[in-house]
C-alpha cells in the first residue's frame, strides 16, 4: 500500500501517545475466521452472539465447550501475520503505545507486543463456571465435555467475556484512559458493533484524537474517522512502518 496519506504519516512523526484496538479481521490473515465469516460446522446454524452467552452455556455446555475447544486448537495452530508483527514494531517507536484487542487469541503477544489488555479474555485460559477459579494445569481428560475443575469440582468454561457479562475493569480503565490521552488511535479489523469496545475509538476521537480505521470495508466508524485506510491490516500496518522508518 503506498498511497498512505502524509498527513498521517506526519502525525504519526509528532505523536507521542499511540493507542490501538483490535479485531478479529487482524487475525483473519493468520486464518482465523472472523465473526462475520460464515459459522462453519456443526456451529453453522448459530450465530456467535447466540454461543458466545452464559444462556447457551447453560442450555448447552457441551456444544460452547466443543466449540471452544475447536477454535482453541486453531488458535494454537495460527502464527502471528505481518499485521501483528508490524505492531509489535511499532509500539518501540513511541514514548506511549497500548494495544487494546477484542482478540482472545493470543497472536498479539505472541507476535511481540508487551503491553497488551484483552478486553474479552483470553480462549487459551479455563475456568470454574461457578467460582471462576481458573485451572491451574493442562484441560482434564474427560468422557463427556466439559471437564470439570480438579478443585472446585465444577464445569470449566473458556476465560472469555461473553455477552452480558461485565469487561475486565482494569483492562477496560487502562484502555479508555490510553483513549483519551491518544494522540492517535488506530481502530483495526472490527466491526465497530460491539460495547463497550467499540465506544474506545470515538471517545478518542472526541478528545481530540486522530483516529485511523483500517478495514477492508466501510463500518459504522467510518464517517467518525480521520483516515479511514480502506486495505488488509497484513498489507497496511508494515507500510505504516516502512513510513515510519
Ligand atoms: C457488556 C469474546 C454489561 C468471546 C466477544 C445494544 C446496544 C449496545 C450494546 C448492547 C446492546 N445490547 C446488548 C449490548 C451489549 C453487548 C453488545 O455490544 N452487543 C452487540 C451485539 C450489540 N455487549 C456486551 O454484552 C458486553 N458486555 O456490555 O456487559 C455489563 C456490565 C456490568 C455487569 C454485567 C454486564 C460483552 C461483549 C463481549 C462479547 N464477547 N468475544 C468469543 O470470542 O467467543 S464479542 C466478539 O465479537 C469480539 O470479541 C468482538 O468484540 C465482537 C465483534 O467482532 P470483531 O472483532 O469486530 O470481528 P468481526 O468479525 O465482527 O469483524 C471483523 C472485521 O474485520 C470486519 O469489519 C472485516 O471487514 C474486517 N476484516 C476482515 N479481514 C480483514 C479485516 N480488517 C483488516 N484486515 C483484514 N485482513
Redesign the pocket.
Known sequence: MNDLPKELIEALRKAKKVAVLT????S??SKIP????AMTGLWASFS??EL?TPEAFARNPKMVWDWYAFRREMCAKALPNP?HLALAEMEKHFEQFTLTT???DGLHQRAGSRRVFEL??S?ARVKCADTGRLLGGEIPECDEPPPLHPETGGMLRPD????????PEQALLESAQAAIEADVYFT??????????AGLPIEAGRAGAVVVE????E?PFTQLATFSLRG???EVLPAIVEALR
Do not use: M
Not at 214 to 217: A, S
Open positions: 479485531g478479529a479481521g487482524i483473519a490473515e472472523t465473526f462475520r465469516d456467535p452472539e458466545a499485521g477484542q482478540n482472545v474479552h479474555g480462549i472469555v467475556v461473553w455477552f452480558g457479562e461485565a469487561l483495526i479489523g472490527t466491526s465497530a458493533l460491539v460495547y463497550p469496545a483500517i478495514n477492508p470495508i463500518t488488509k491490516s497484513g
